[in-house]
């Protein structure tokens, strides 16, 4: 299996290469070989942008032609066992040597084990790792380190490292992830990643970025691209569900009628039509979020650092929603297709356990949740203060004076109502927050005893940030397009939007002035919609252009030959390549005669 699945890693690598085409690309065509992940994926996906955002350019020089034409094998070691989220509390230690001019890994404890790494089990030979940086006595906290691991000839792994792989997962098992201890292992000076901080060689720490937290920068990066790689994967799901449920008929509603195919049942539509929304929903905010990280790294090379900590409370909602929903709603395509859709060869099980590993590695669900809660308290206070607001959070001025805002159920009102539930949620969370102060307690505890409102209010702007950018590009993409088109692709957009405020009420009758009447309103709308985005179903899903290859599914190939393709999958099965399996004579039949 792990020999399969490198051959397979190298071709893909190798001919993309070969064709001179970037990462994400890599990333695609990836897909066609892999049901699940590539031992290959942190190389590109992680070891290489760090050697691009951690190196001085001579650095740089050194290691990246190494890494792009795969000299040398990497991935990115910064989980331990002990820890994950809490970066400042990795246990690691890289401890300066001025008189070898060397710094010194080691791995204390067990829980130090640097544990997940992608590739780091069997496949690379060296690795960004994140220690405590100690000189002179003092701790300067976590910086990144490339190390060598192994032999780039014999692959052995080097004196004083400890290596292997993790075992078994619900997902990722063809991703080798390892873990990795240090007994007193050294490496040069040099092999500090210098471009945030430096250390000379008599062992002077010198800071020179501006931001502390510019040595995260890989993860913001990583989740930019999660948020593009989640469209894609729910794109893939909903196209399986969406091809599966035109091919299979069930059920008699009508007595003389024959059974219909499940897609006609509204139920089947309400399940599968706010994927499609939803895929094009985040294919469209990642792109603008792309464009926005871009905006950032710009200004940061002019050496301004003003506009990252939107970023990365952006980049940190936008990465946890979009993997949370993709993850629900691709199980809610599994849902869709009955047993079938258990099935491994229908490939939802695979894109299920992908997804859901999204929503925990590069920053888990909550963590990053209450990182863009942090920011949108501090955005509250500086408004109280009189200060402006970021882009993104100018809707806040509209809670300034506390007045409801007047349901409207146009889509642009649908917009503006989801505004109103953020900026009243975050409003909420501060008054929380002051209450348990003026009982009494600390900053820290006023904010953990609000932590669960600050996770639903960080939810809350980031739906109202996907709404707006939902509905805005598409507007603006479709000016051009023909009337059929335009209308179609508004019709993904309004369905988005109507599926969540029925999904939102609660909120919007708190923050707005919706009533019950404008709920049913909104119910009927929603159900209607459904029926008229019925005939295009396949169409849509269709437009995604996945090939059969890429798919991998029994149940969602283009030519609809399901119940074949079901059958000649399971008689590949190894079970069936014998009428009786030697188990039989070996514990069935003695058992039946009493022998056992
Ligand atoms: C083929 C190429 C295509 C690529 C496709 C990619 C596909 C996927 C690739 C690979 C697959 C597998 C990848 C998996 C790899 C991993 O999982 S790597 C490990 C990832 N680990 C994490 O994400 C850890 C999450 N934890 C954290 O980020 C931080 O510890 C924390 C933010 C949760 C807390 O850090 P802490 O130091 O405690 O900070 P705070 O005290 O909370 O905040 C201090 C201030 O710093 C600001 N800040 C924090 N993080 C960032 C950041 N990343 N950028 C900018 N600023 C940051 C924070 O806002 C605070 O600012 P203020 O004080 O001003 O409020
Ligand atoms: C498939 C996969 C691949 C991975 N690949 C890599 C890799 O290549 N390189 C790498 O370095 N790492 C990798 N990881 C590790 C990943 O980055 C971590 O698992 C992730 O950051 C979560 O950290 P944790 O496991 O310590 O969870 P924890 O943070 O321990 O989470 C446990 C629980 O505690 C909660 N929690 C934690 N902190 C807080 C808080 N401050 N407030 C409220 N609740 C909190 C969490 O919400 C969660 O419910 C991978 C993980 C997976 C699943």
Not at 116 to 126: E, F, I, Q, S, V
């Amino acid at each position: 299996m792990y020999g399969q699945i490198v051959r397979d890693g190298l071709v893909n690598v190798t001919g993309i290469e070969d064709l001179g085409l970037t990462s994400p690309v890599l990333q695609r065509t990836s897909d066609a070989f892999f049901k699940e992940i590539s031992p290959f994926l942190l190389h590109f996906g992680m070891f290489v942008p760090t050697i691009i955002g951690q190196c001085t350019p001579e650095q740089q020089a050194k290691w990246l032609p190494l890494a792009m034409d795969l000299k040398i094998i990497g991935t990115y070691a910064q989980t331990e066992l002990g820890h994950g989220t809490f970066i400042r509390g990795l246990e690691t230690t890289a401890t300066y040597d001025a008189s070898t001019e060397q710094f010194i890994l080691k791995t204390p404890k067990l829980s130090s084990y640097k544990w997940w790494a992608g590739g780091l089990g069997k496949t690379a030979n060296h690795c960004i790792v994140l220690a405590q940086l100690y000189t002179k006595g003092v701790c300067h906290g976590p910086h990144p380190f490339i190390v060598q691991i192994r032999d780039t000839e014999t692959h052995m792994p080097l004196p004083g490292i400890k290596v292997g792989e993790i075992g078994p997962k619900l997902g990722f098992n063809t991703a080798d992830n390892g873990f990795l201890g240090f007994e007193d292992f050294r490496i040069p000076r040099e092999n500090l990643m210098m471009k945030n901080a430096q250390v000379t060689k008599d062992g002077t720490y010198v800071k020179v970025a501006r931001h502390g937290k510019l040595t995260y920068g890989t993860m913001v990066f990583v989740r930019v691209m999660l948020v593009s790689d989640m469209a894609y994967c729910l794109a893939k799901a909903v196209t399986i569900a969406v091809r599966y449920s035109a091919v299979r008929r069930q059920s008699q509603p009508k007595p003389d009628q024959p059974e219909p195919q499940v897609l006609d049942y509204l139920t089947q539509q309400h399940k599968l039509f706010i994927c499609i929304s939803t895929a094009h929903a985040m294919k469209l905010t990642s792109t603008w979020l792309w464009n926005t990280f871009t905006g950032v790294l710009a200004d940061m090379r002019d050496g301004n650092t003003d506009t990252l900590p939107e970023l990365h409370a952006l980049s940190s909602c936008l990465k946890a929603i979009s993997t949370s929903d993709t993850s629900a709603l691709i199980e809610q395509c599994r849902f869709a297709c009955g047993g079938h859709g258990y099935m491994y060869s229908s490939n939802l099980p695979a894109l299920y356990s992908f997804a859901t590993a999204t929503r925990t590695y590069e920053g888990d669900y909550t963590v990053l949740l209450l990182q863009t809660a942090r920011f949108l308290v501090k955005s509250w206070e500086q408004m109280d203060e009189g200060k402006p607001l970021t882009p993104t959070l100018a809707y806040l001025e509209q809670s300034r004076n506390g007045s409801q805002v007047s349901w409207d159920d146009s889509p642009e009102g649908i917009v503006r109502g989801f505004d109103a539930v953020a900026a009243g949620r975050i409003g909420a969370c501060v008054k929380s927050i002051r209450k348990h102060i003026n009982n009494g307690m600390d900053y820290e505890d006023a904010w953990q005893m609000t932590t669960v409102q600050l996770v639903g209010a960080a939810e809350a702007h980031c739906r109202a940030v996907i709404c707006r950018v939902y509905r805005d590009e598409t507007a603006r993409l479709t000016a051009g397009c023909s009337p059929g088109v335009k209308a179609v692709l508004d019709q993904l957009s309004t369905l988005y939007l109507l599926y969540w405020a029925l999904e939102r009420t609660g909120d919007l009758l708190r923050f707005s002035s919706l009533s019950e009447r404008d709920i049913e309103n909104l119910q009927a709308r929603y159900e209607a919609l459904l029926l008229k985005i019925r005939p295009n179903a396949v169409g849509l899903v269709d437009a995604f252009d996945f090939r059969d290859e890429v798919l991998m599914s029994t149940l969602g190939s283009y030519d609809g030959r399901v119940y074949e393709r079901l059958m000649e999958e399971a008689l590949k099965t190894p079970l069936n390549r014998e009428p009786v399996s030697d188990s039989f004579h070996k514990y069935i039949k003695p058992m039946m005669q009493g022998k056992l």
